[in-house]
């Protein structure tokens, strides 16, 4: 017996006794266990905070939380408008860009930059209405182009629109000649071509030297188009199944089943002025004259060169 007392385990489990009785003394002293001390202070910031944030959230009536909605939404919308204001200016600014290279690369065009703002859905060969009239200095067959080539020409204008018929239209007739070869011959639209945003170049000799991507320029002998206006690329040479004449097909280098900004051709040098050589071609077409066009004039119609 006295060896078991004088063990070391025996020792060790009456200290552990007298620490279980001290705390079992304390708990009891102050009503509270240990554990759940521990755990009431841990979550006593807590319940600060959220008891804080309960107060400011009851002390708002609901006419101020309406009125406070009512503020935010209004910023809201106008963070909306000025988002469009900012596309616009964007879009705006890109517009101004194509117009000015086109300026720098013919600074003796008088050039007009126009918006698409119709298309007849019905419409053949992809024609639209721009949003620039007479008024601005617009008349009747002016030539309608793009940074990246011809489109077509005002073909009706009255003081606010005007009608852009597009070399899509086999009413196009358009003296043009290859820049490589030299060949020349007309361009002029095609009813099979012209979904897939493709014309023809009619009128070329048996003996033409024109290859697939050659570049397609106005030649300007008419007046109607100034010189070097470029048209589009050869894309293939092929026979006529009726009268076994070539033609090339012709791709403009816009999509212009979809353009959307455009720029007119009010005056250039030379406007107006046939020369000897086109007259027998264009003579069917338009009367020959000398004379500037009429930029009062009421809506006309014209049908190209």
């Given at each position: 017996?006295?060896?078991?007392?004088?063990?070391?385990?025996?020792?060790?489990?009456?200290?552990?006794?007298?620490?279980?009785?001290?705390?079992?003394?304390?708990?009891?002293?102050?009503?509270?266990?240990?554990?759940?001390?521990?755990?009431?202070?841990?979550?006593?910031?807590?319940?600060?905070?959220?008891?804080?944030?309960?107060?400011?959230?009851?002390s708002k009536s609901y006419?101020?939380?309406?009125?406070?909605?009512?503020?935010?939404?209004?910023?809201?919308?106008?963070?909306?408008?000025?988002?469009?204001?900012?596309?616009?200016?964007?879009?705006?600014?890109?517009?101004?860009?194509?117009?000015?290279?086109?300026?720098?690369?013919?600074?003796?065009?008088?050039?007009?930059?126009?918006?698409?703002?119709?298309?007849?859905?019905?419409?053949?060969?992809?024609g639209f209405t721009i949003?620039?009239?007479?008024?601005?200095?617009?008349?009747?067959?002016?030539?309608?182009?793009?940074?990246?080539?011809?489109?077509?020409?005002?073909?009706?204008?009255?003081?606010?629109?005007?009608?852009?018929?597009?070399?899509?239209?086999?009413?196009?007739?358009?003296?043009?000649?290859?820049?490589?070869?030299?060949?020349?011959?007309?361009?002029?639209?095609?009813?099979?071509?012209?979904?897939?945003?493709?014309?023809?170049?009619?009128?070329?000799?048996?003996?033409?030297?024109?290859?697939?991507?050659?570049?397609?320029?106005?030649?300007?002998?008419?007046?109607?188009?100034?010189?070097?206006?470029?048209?589009?690329?050869?894309?293939?040479?092929?026979?006529?199944?009726?009268?076994?004449?070539?033609?090339?097909?012709?791709?403009?280098?816009?999509?212009?089943?979809?353009?959307?900004?455009?720029?007119?051709i009010t005056d250039f040098?030379?406007?107006?002025?046939?020369?000897?050589?086109?007259?027998?071609?264009?003579?069917?077409?338009?009367?020959?004259?000398?004379?500037?066009?009429?930029?009062?004039?009421?809506?006309?119609?014209?049908?190209?060169?």
């Open positions: 017996m006295r060896d078991l007392i004088m063990s070391k385990s025996f020792k060790k489990l009456i200290c552990v006794l007298l620490c279980l009785i001290t705390a079992m003394t304390v708990s009891a002293l102050s009503g509270k266990s240990v554990v759940s001390n521990f755990l009431s202070r841990a979550t006593l910031g807590m319940q600060e905070v959220s008891a804080e944030a309960s107060d400011n959230f009851s006419d101020e939380l309406l009125e406070e909605n009512k503020k935010l939404s209004s910023e809201v919308a106008s963070l909306r408008t000025q988002l469009v204001d900012y596309y616009d200016v964007k879009l705006e600014n890109a517009r101004l860009w194509k117009y000015y290279d086109l300026k720098r690369d013919y600074p003796e065009y008088e050039l007009l930059p126009a918006t698409v703002v119709r298309r007849d859905p019905a419409a053949d060969f992809y949003n620039k009239g007479y008024s601005d200095g617009i008349s009747t067959g002016d030539p309608v182009v793009t940074e990246n080539g011809l489109i077509g020409w005002i073909s009706g204008v009255d003081s606010a629109t005007a009608r852009v018929k597009t070399i899509l239209s086999p009413d196009a007739k358009v003296s043009v000649l290859d820049s490589a070869s030299r060949d020349t011959g007309v361009v002029t639209g095609s009813v099979k071509l012209c979904d897939q945003n493709l014309t023809t170049m009619t009128k070329i000799s048996a003996q033409n030297t024109m290859k697939a991507g050659d570049i397609i320029v106005t030649t300007g002998v008419s007046g109607i188009y100034p010189p070097s206006v470029i048209v589009g690329e050869v894309k293939e040479i092929q026979f006529d199944e009726y009268d076994t004449s070539k033609y090339a097909v012709i791709k403009p280098f816009e999509d212009i089943t979809s353009v959307v900004d455009v720029v007119v040098d030379g406007k107006g002025e046939l020369s000897k050589d086109s007259i027998e071609e264009v003579a069917p077409t338009i009367s020959i004259t000398t004379a500037p066009i009429d930029n009062t004039a009421p809506s006309t119609e014209f049908a190209g060169e």
